[in-house]
């Protein structure tokens, strides 16, 4: 697994940049990862990451965009507006946990 | 372990906006509503344009007085097993009475368990995901239906030429 720097500290990631480790995420990580992928954060878009990760960590698995729709009570038109174009993945990525398994 | 010097970011190709994909729905069955569903949610969750085109029996997905309640038969289909024992369904008893009901049971049983949900609140996600849905023209005169009979995300009853003119450039998938 590759170590990537972000934010001045040594983060691991996969092959494609998600971070592999739930605990080495925090707050300020976020905000640099949102920035890496042009996503200015907002209320909404914190309270949608904070579902992903209290749900991974729950679950132990990353919820699909419509289990954060369904579980999460934040709607599916919503989420392609906060994440455009590819909700689940940026959702994934920002929180830092794997891009989510499930089909639907 | 490799380390990079520059940060590694997901490539999520957000400029990338050519691909299209589309889906011609001609089946009403249950098990067959379902392939073009998952798919075209999936396409939508990748950020490419998704048209779903509903023709001859897969109209009763989109009309409002049927898509609630397809079947799902298992006459005909000898991957058809019980959810125990591996047992495939004899196709001599696939057609006694009560084998149809029985058997749109499990399977929904068996989708729901998966928390995907049944055609119609998957409709309405593929709408809210930003996917067009498209009636056939010629099915609709057919079944003397309107766009009133149908699901509210339709966009339109549009012809054979339409959707052909509309997927310019798209990747097709009869289902």
């Not at chain 1, 480790?21 to 905000?31: C, R, S």
């Not at chain 2, 049927?66 to 125990?84: E, I, Q, Y």
């Not at chain 2, 749109?104 to 309405?124: H, N, R, S, W, Y």
């Not at chain 2, 699901?151 to 549009?158: L, S, T």
Request: aromatic share 8%.
């Amino acid at each position: 697994m590759p170590v990537t720097t972000i934010n001045g500290r040594e983060i691991h990631v996969d092959d494609e940049g998600f971070l592999t480790e739930y605990d080495e995420w925090d707050e300020d990580l976020a905000k640099v990862l949102a920035a890496n992928i042009n996503v200015d954060l907002t209320d909404d878009h914190w309270a949608a990451i904070k579902f992903v990760r209290e749900d991974f960590k729950a679950q132990g698995e990353t919820p699909t965009i419509r289990r954060v729709s369904t579980a999460g009570g934040i709607d599916t038109k919503k989420l392609f507006q906060l994440f455009p174009k590819k909700p689940a993945k940026k959702m994934s990525y920002i929180a830092g946990v794997p891009k989510p398994h499930g089909c639907v | 372990m490799t380390t990079t010097e520059t940060t590694l970011v997901p490539n999520f190709d957000d400029d990338e906006t050519d691909r299209k994909i589309a889906f011609i729905c001609s089946k009403g069955n249950l098990d067959m509503a379902y392939p073009a569903l998952v798919l075209a949610n999936a396409a939508l969750g990748e950020g490419i344009e998704t048209h779903l085109f509903f023709t001859f029996w897969g109209f009763d997905m989109i009309t409002k007085s049927r898509m609630h309640d397809l079947k799902f038969s298992p006459v005909g289909n000898t991957a058809m097993h019980l959810p125990v024992g591996d047992v495939r369904i004899p196709q001599a008893l696939a057609p006694m009475p009560g084998m149809q009901p029985m058997a749109t049971k499990m399977i929904k049983d068996q989708i729901a368990a998966l928390g995907v949900p049944e055609v119609p609140e998957f409709l309405d996600q593929i709408v809210a995901s930003g996917g067009k849905l498209w009636a056939c023209r010629m099915s609709a005169d057919m079944n003397h239906l309107t766009e009133s009979d149908l699901y509210d995300g339709v966009e339109a009853i549009i012809n054979a030429s339409d959707f052909i003119e509309m997927t310019d450039g798209a990747q097709l998938l009869f289902i």
